[in-house]
């Protein structure tokens, strides 16, 4: 089962008994702004849950499993989730 943001959406709605219309704009608003702020490499701190943050990878060398095929993996940004502690407790 998948938390999903219609889940989330209909979650919200319930609790705070806003209709669905202005819950999906809350959702997609703070999905939204964690997304420019990762783009602008920024870290984003949610606290009780964790942090998210962009880190560069290098260009390395890589290989095709199914055929063996050496290339070169280029270089990139990546978003890294580092749970916090209340989360890490609570699993």
């Known amino acids: 089962m998948s938390l999903t943001k219609a889940k989330l959406v209909d979650y919200l709605s319930e609790k705070v008994g806003l ?25 984003v701190k949610l606290p ?3 942090n998210f943050l962009v880190t560069h990878k290098k260009s390395r060398p890589g290989r095709n499993p199914r055929t063996g095929e050496e290339h070169v993996i280029s270089e990139r940004n990546v978003v890294s989730f580092k749970a916090g502690r209340k989360l ?4």
């Open 19 to 43: 209709p669905k219309k202005d819950c999906f704009l809350i959702v997609e608003s703070f999905f939204g702004e964690i997304c420019s702020a990762l783009e602008r490499g920024e870290e």
């Open 48 to 50: 009780g849950l964790g």
């Open 88 to 91: 890490r407790k609570s699993l």
